[in-house]
């Protein structure tokens, strides 16, 4: 099955960078939609953004602007680029992935499944 394997994460000053990657593995034949979620201690787990295997991304309304999702299809890699840090961007950073495009044989299909990485914590002060 897939894996997710993420890096990145770190301490950093507020105003800050930090860029995380999150690489899938398990199916050479597919590529991936990635999401971002992120857990701050005493709250609920949210989203942050998404890039799906066509390029189109979203962003929730908190860090549109400062971060940049992109990816690298051929290694199945998404990355976070997250600038102007801020100590509210302190959490738990989580991949995901919720569908894949497979090949099987000669035939492409959108496969559904939900994958998440173990966490990355990314802490600003």
């Known amino acids: 099955h897939v894996q997710l394997v993420e890096s990145g994460g770190g301490s950093v000053q507020a105003g800050g960078s930090l860029r995380l990657s999150c690489t899938a593995s398990g199916f050479e034949s597919c590529t991936y939609d990635m999401s971002w979620y992120r857990q701050a201690s005493g709250k609920e787990r949210e989203f942050v953004s998404k890039?799906?295997?066509?390029?189109?991304?979203s962003y929730t309304e908190a860090v549109e602007g400062g971060f940049t999702i992109s990816q690298n299809n051929a290694k199945n890699t998404s990355f976070l680029q997250m600038n102007s840090l801020k100590p509210d961007d302190t959490a738990m950073y989580y991949c995901?992935?919720?569908?894949?495009?497979?090949?099987?044989?000669?035939?492409?299909?959108?496969?559904?499944?939900?994958?998440w990485g173990q966490g990355t914590q990314v802490t600003v002060s």
């Open positions: 890039i799906k295997n066509d390029g189109t991304t």
């Open positions: 995901q992935t919720d569908r894949g495009r497979c090949k099987f044989g000669s035939e492409a299909k959108n496969v559904r499944w939900n994958y």
